[in-house]
């Protein structure tokens, strides 16, 4: 249906994000609106883009919302500024423009350059090469007239040769001439070549580039989500860029126009029983709500509109209708990718592609442009779920979003503290506990500094896991906590809530978290940190965890260790590169007395290894060392810390110091004295650590050797490392200790008999 036969379409600009936006409304035409099939439409963008200058960005919407980006807008503006210049500045079609003697040249004149403005704004690469043909006629023309009639004539051309300047100097015209060789005259198809809209459905906002770049090369592909809800992701490397592109095709981005007005009128409806915030404190039954919800209300819209919808479609669009109502669009799908370890949206949020860090290709650019509208409406739910604030006076906000077994960490930040507006920081957890076993199988620490951990963990030690960000101290500090014997209590004690403690409980564990308040609020409801580990010393015997040591807790938790919380293990993180870097933060920037630090006895260090070339790095415990207790002032100065283990570069390894293979660890010998047939028996204790690296080294081999993955993962780590402690309590009591020549042998023939008959 031409355009001219249709109401004359609303339009509006939106200020979004520190851009104007012009918006389109097609959603009462019959037909799909396209800039590169109808003449029509290109004119009246143009025309609208003529009276609003400022536009940068066009979104023209009907069941799908098709959003053309800066470079494409601008390329139209370009037109659109010219036509202003050459029909009201200029004014060419004036008789002072057109004749300067010939008067009876001025009806063509005119004629020609109407057509031509008139084409200008309907087709601009025809218009171009209809004037090209003007000046070609006005040339040969020349030759056939009067010496009088060649001087008017001559200026005439000056004007056409101005004109057509002015066109092939324009970002369309540049962009086209590219093409040209295949073009014939009034052909639109030369267009697709230049204007490709991002499509966007009409129940989102967030933009999606979904054809693939042009010039780039696919080195990975594969396959996130599960049965109706897949997701195909391409990593594409384009010449000369440093960053891989991580190119996600969502399903919402592939459905049909029918599913597309479905959802588009389900979430009209939804969006008018939005859940109270207290409903947020359960987002999973929330979630199970709507769907149940979702799932219902497509079945009767799709009944009244005469559309045939079988059972998994059902499930894909109300999957897909929760994720974009009460969830968070395309962030819930970046999310099911394993090998995502952070997402970031950096301010401002409309204008600037979301990045991810993927496990095996580092940073990537997406092609997931988020809008405003979203990013608010998440920063709301968010509000809701934490239960803390986020304005002017608190423009920061950390928390957490848990979706099924997917678990995140959110950080945001606002104006003032970000000055464009809304920022976003996602670190995505692993859905299972990591244990040690899967950091020797990949290299974040070898059998040996496993074994001596988790040694350490068993001797009920105080133990800090220091690192950069990013270096891995959370994860490293879960998988320690599930070395601790299950019979034994743990209270976990964190402001935003990333252990895995959801994950121990349904194992089995005797595990209490308390979520604090964070050290970054002035205002909140929470209990304070430091009163959080106060009362835990009054919850009984227990292993005591935190999550993170940032701020006046510190002294708190030093309080807990010189009290007496030694009768089980105490271990924390902390940001620190090194451990004077971990006693500089503690003594001078914490204010824990020098002494009080003394209550630490081992400290683990993570920190990201380089390659020359600075493209690559990965997570590496660097160094184990422990306190000891004889210094008065510096450790340093006075040789309090010794370092049992120490990362060696070129191997890419960690090994054991002398003082360890020499036996001169005060902290390992400490907890040797409680040991009955330990005490003033080294080789004894040495064997002990050495039994516990060749078990976490077998269980890697025999993964890789059976394919079983599933035993490097938490349940069987728990139950290895139970049978582990059962068949030592029983050779204990037959010789005496628990060596390694009779504990491993039984324990081997357990794990060779287990795997072998557990179908994962």
Not at 108 to 121: G, I, P
Not at 352 to 378: G, M
Not at 531 to 545: F, M, P, Q, V, Y
Request: glycine share 4%; proline share 4%.
């Amino acid at each position: 249906m031409p355009l001219e036969k249709t109401e004359r379409k609303p339009y509006e600009i939106r200020r979004e994000g520190g851009e104007d936006v012009l918006y389109v409304d097609f959603t009462k035409t019959p037909f799909v609106p396209s800039l590169v099939e109808s003449e029509e439409i290109m004119e009246m963008v143009i025309n609208l883009l003529i009276e609003n200058p400022n536009v940068s960005r066009i979104v023209l919407s009907q069941q799908k919302n098709y959003n053309f980006d800066f470079e494409e807008t601008s390329m139209l503006l370009e037109i659109a500024q010219l036509y202003v210049y050459l029909a009201r500045q200029e004014n060419i079609l004036s008789r002072k423009k057109l004749i300067t003697l010939d008067e009876s040249s001025f009806p063509k004149r005119y004629n020609d350059l109407l057509s031509f403005l008139f084409l200008l704004k309907r087709d601009p690469i025809s218009a171009y090469h209809e004037l090209k043909k003007f000046i070609i006629e006005a040339r040969i023309f020349l030759d056939k007239i009067s010496a009088k009639q060649r001087t008017d004539q001559l200026d005439y051309i000056n004007l056409l040769e101005k004109i057509f300047k002015l066109l092939s100097n324009t970002k369309l015209i540049r962009k086209a001439s590219n093409f040209f060789d295949y073009y014939k005259k009034g052909d639109r198809e030369i267009y697709d070549r230049l204007f490709k809209p991002d499509i966007i459905p009409n129940f989102t906002f967030t933009r999606l580039v979904f054809d693939l770049p042009e010039d780039c090369e696919i080195i990975d592909q594969y396959t996130i989500g599960e049965k109706e809800d897949k997701s195909p992701v391409f990593i594409l490397k384009k010449k000369d860029d440093a960053k891989l592109i991580y190119h996600l095709e969502p399903p919402e981005n592939s459905l049909s126009e029918e599913h597309n007005m479905l959802l588009n009128l389900a979430r009209g409806v939804l969006i008018e029983h939005q859940p109270r915030a207290e409903e947020f404190t359960n987002v999973e039954r929330t979630r199970q709500v709507f769907f149940n919800i979702s799932r219902d209300l497509l079945q009767d819209l799709s009944q009244a509109k005469g559309i045939s919808l079988n059972y998994s479609e059902i499930n894909k669009l109300a999957i897909i209708l929760v994720r974009h109502t009460i969830g968070f669009g395309l962030i819930e799908i970046l999310l099911q990718d394993k090998k995502l370890q952070d997402i970031v949206l950096n301010a401002p949020i409309s204008s600037t592609k979301i990045f991810v860090r993927h496990q095996d290709y580092d940073e990537c650019v997406t092609n997931i442009l988020p809008s405003q509208a979203d990013a608010d409406s998440w920063a709301a739910k968010f509000r809701m779920i934490s239960g803390r604030p986020l304005d002017e006076a608190n423009p920061i906000l950390d928390t957490q979003l848990e979706i099924g077994k997917i678990r995140s960490r959110i950080s945001i930040i606002q104006q003032p503290l970000s000055p464009d507006g809304l920022s976003y920081a996602i670190r995505r957890h692993r859905e299972d506990p990591w244990t040690l076993p899967l950091f020797v199988d990949n290299k974040m620490l070898n059998p040996f500094a496993a074994g001596l951990l988790s040694f350490l963990i068993d001797g009920a030690r105080t133990l800090l896991v220091a690192g950069t960000r990013s270096s891995g101290k959370t994860s490293l500090l879960g998988a320690l906590m599930l070395e601790i014997i299950p019979k034994f209590r743990i209270i976990v004690i964190e402001d935003s809530l990333e252990l895995p403690v959801e994950s121990m409980k349904k194992l089995g564990y005797d595990i209490l978290r308390m979520k604090v308040r964070s050290a970054l609020l002035k205002t909140t409801t929470e209990v304070s940190a430091d009163d959080g580990i106060r009362t835990s010393l009054r919850l009984g015997d227990s292993c005591l965890i935190i999550g993170e040591v940032r701020s006046v807790e510190a002294k708190a938790l030093y309080e807990a260790m010189r009290v007496g919380a030694l009768a089980n293990v105490v271990a924390g993180t902390i940001h620190g590169a090194s451990p004077y870097g971990v006693f500089d933060r503690v003594v001078n920037d914490l204010e824990v007395p020098a002494t009080s630090f003394k209550a630490t006895d081992v400290i683990a260090v993570c920190n990201p290894i380089k390659t020359p070339d600075g493209l690559h790095s990965w997570k590496r415990v660097v160094q184990v060392s422990e306190i000891r207790k004889h210094w008065k002032l510096d450790p340093l100065e006075e040789k309090g810390f010794v370092d049992l283990l120490r990362y060696n570069v070129e191997k890419d390894e960690l090994e054991p110091s002398d003082d360890l293979i020499n036996g001169d660890s005060e902290i390992i010998k400490n907890v040797a004295a409680n040991v009955k047939g330990w005490a003033g028996n080294w080789d004894a204790i040495y064997d002990n650590i050495l039994l516990r690296a060749k078990m976490k080294k077998e269980v890697v081999e025999l993964a890789k050797k059976t394919g079983k993955r599933q035993i490097l993962e938490s349940e069987f780590n728990i139950l290895s490392n139970h049978i582990f402690h059962k068949i030592s309590d029983k050779i204990r009591e037959e010789i005496g200790l628990p060596l390694s020549e009779r504990v491993f042998p039984e324990w081997q023939k357990w794990l060779n008999q287990e795997v072998k008959k557990r179908k994962f």
